[in-house]
């Protein structure tokens, strides 16, 4: 028998689970439970597609087994099993780099950590909320030696071998004296109905009941031992639409998703004809702890005629829709499938496409506040959906949603188009990293005193390489602010005439800012700032930021275009000022505070702190 100690962050998952997680104890019936659907599901798809692990007359089942006299609980089944390997790994350790962040993702709100479990992988350790010990009994299929895992819980456990007939898991559950509610046959028939409905295996319920016979003083009253199935053991979304209720949805959604919550919405779709499947896919109202790890876990399950095949390849949907639950189930696919196989298979593709685009249309149909949630939750990665998916690319336009420097909230382009220049036809908007910066910038000067209305693209380092990619939505072109002339009043020849009586100005300024600017030029699109600085549009670059970040390379720097305000009393003292250094420091804190206004930084911040000392200094 060897003894071990629990990985660190198991130990304080265990101290969790025995002190804190209080509010939904029940909830430890449904993962053991999923771990025995799991396990089914895994022996099923090899007994049917590798000879060696045929086995005439096998059906899966789940057994709960009621013992109050030992007051213990018992959920086994004959599914794959574990050998010593998979205890330590499974159960000794947290064997995926995803479930460690359960212990950094806990909230403190007792509720809302236990809805965590399951998401993380971790469902089996709910056991500790109701147990004093436990004993795992585990045989893995085609391997001769069993092995018992033990624990009560407090950091050590021991693995020792033991003699099992027949492969499958069996976990014994010494009850705490005060979780004799779980002792309850209503109780456990109640959790099970509640969770585990849907599981496509029968869950059969071994308990004893008093009966009592004869009558009056001859009366006798014996405990017997019953057996009831405490489920339906249909796989949900094998039932017709018609059979089913918006409440069955919900309930196997909690099965799927190891929680408590509903889904925002759903959709349950038969396709028949030259190829058949059914899809089942769930919106959640809250995206997963994981939406933006390398190592996200897929949560969507597919099946060919109704047998488990994956759970983990990332390829049943595109990745931008990784958010999405549910099944996918094929009659076309081979049962015996490779995952090489499953990337390029047309079949799958076809699937894939379609269940894209219906997904796609199920959030568009959002409506008020689950819409507003929807947005909240998942509006950056349908904008990486833009980025990666041309086929689809209409629909998460609609979908998509962005801040405006004219309304509240989030606004669509349908709202865009719905209060724009119908003329032009045009959509205008600046993107960045800093909403504040953004709003603040000296570019939307002339579009506030014009009353248009410019998107603020300020999701972190996706809106500015996406928003180039868009091109147009409909008929109507997006129009990034920092690369075309502002609205204005002014003719041509009126700006001609500025541009010559401040040439003198803007030559000087160009002359001692050198190779740090492109040109250095009078504008019209500022009114209250002195001076901006824009991409020019006419350089190759500057439209190709998202083309580098598609490759994995940062953008190449490009000088940018300096432009003052003529009207601003700082440019007009400027223009007559004949201190050779203080106009040197002068060009630099245009430049400077330009960028700075933008959200970028100075050349040299030491010196641009110097620069504004010794000017202020002089001014004073």
């Given amino acids: 028998m060897a003894k071990h100690q629990f990985q660190t962050e198991i130990g304080q998952l265990l101290k969790l689970m025995t002190h804190s997680l209080y509010s939904n104890k029940e909830i430890f019936i449904r993962e053991l439970i999923s771990n025995s659907s799991d396990a089914i599901d895994k022996f099923n798809y090899m007994q049917l597609t590798d000879e060696k692990f045929k086995t005439e007359g096998w059906v899966g089942e789940i057994n709960v087994k009621i013992d109050d006299e030992d007051n213990s609980l018992t959920i086994s089944d004959n599914g794959l099993g574990m050998n010593e390997e998979d205890l330590m790994n499974n159960l000794g350790t947290i064997a995926k780099s995803g479930t460690k962040s359960f212990v950094e993702s806990l909230t403190g709100d007792a509720k809302k950590d236990s809805n965590l479990i399951g998401q993380f992988g971790v469902g089996f350790y709910s056991v500790f909320m109701v147990s004093e010990k436990v004993d795992v009994i585990t045989k893995k299929a085609g391997e001769e ?76 009253t014996t405990k017997v031992r019953k057996t009831e199935q405490a489920n339906v053991a249909t796989a949900l979304w094998t039932l017709p639409k018609s059979e089913l209720k918006k409440e069955d949805y919900i309930e196997f959604y909690k099965t799927l998703s190891h929680g408590d919550d509903e889904p925002l919405t759903y959709l349950h779709n038969k396709v028949e004809g030259s190829q058949e499947f059914t899809t089942l896919f769930y919106i959640p109202k809250t995206a997963p702890m994981d939406l933006y790890r390398a190592d996200y876990q897929s949560h969507v399950k597919l099946y060919v005629k109704r047998v488990f095949i994956t759970d983990d390849d990332k390829e049943l949907l595109p990745t931008y829709l990784r958010f999405v639950k549910g099944i996918i189930d094929s009659e076309d696919l081979p049962l015996n499938v490779s995952r090489e196989i499953l990337q390029e298979n047309r079949i799958l593709a076809n699937i894939k496409q379609n269940a894209t685009k219906k997904i796609l249309q199920a959030i568009k149909k959002l409506k008020d506040d689950d819409a507003v949630a929807f947005t909240e939750q998942y509006n950056k990665v349908i904008k990486e959906g833009i980025f990666q998916d041309y086929t689809n690319k209409e629909l998460l336009l609609d979908i998509v949603k962005y801040k405006s420097s004219t309304e509240e909230g989030m606004v669509s382009f349908a709202d865009y188009v719905s209060r724009g220049d119908s003329e032009k036809k045009e959509i205008y908007y600046i993107a960045g990293e800093d909403e504040k910066v953004l709003r603040n910038s000296p570019l939307l000067e002339a579009y506030k005193k014009a009353n248009i209305e410019v998107l603020i693209m300020a999701d972190k380092e996706i809106d500015a390489i996406v928003a180039p990619s868009i091109g147009q939505y409909k008929e109507w072109s997006l129009k990034d602010i920092t690369t075309i002339d502002a609205p204005d009043s002014k003719s041509d020849e009126e700006k001609e005439v500025i541009s010559k009586e401040f040439k003198s100005l803007t030559d000087r300024l160009s002359e001692i800012l050198g190779e740090e600017v492109k040109e250095v030029k009078t504008t019209t699109r500022l009114t209250t700032s002195p001076s901006c600085v824009v991409k020019d549009a006419s350089d190759p670059m500057a439209g190709m930021a998202h083309m580098f970040a598609q490759m994995g390379q940062e953008m190449p720097e490009t000088p940018l275009i300096l432009e003052v305000n003529p009207d601003h009393a700082m440019i007009q003292k400027l223009d007559k000022l004949e201190n050779k250094s203080t106009f040197s420091d002068m060009a630099w804190i245009l430049l400077d505070s330009a960028k700075l206004s933008e959200g970028l930084e100075p050349k040299d911040k030491s010196e641009f702190s110097a620069r504004i000392a010794r000017v202020a200094t002089e001014a004073l």
Wanted: hydrophobic share 35%; glycine share 6%.
């Fill in 145 to 220: 030696q069993a092995f018992m895992f033990s624990t009560d819980g407090t950091g050590e456990f021991e693995i020792k071998p033991v003699t099992k007939d027949e492969h499958g898991t069996v976990i014994y559950i010494k009850l705490k004296e005060d979780e004799k509610e779980f002792l309850s046959k209503w109780k456990v028939q109640e959790v099970i109905k509640k969770y585990s409905n849907h599981i496509a295996y029968p869950i059969m319920m071994h308990f004893s009941e008093d009966e009592t016979t004869g009558e009056g003083d001859d009366a006798v």
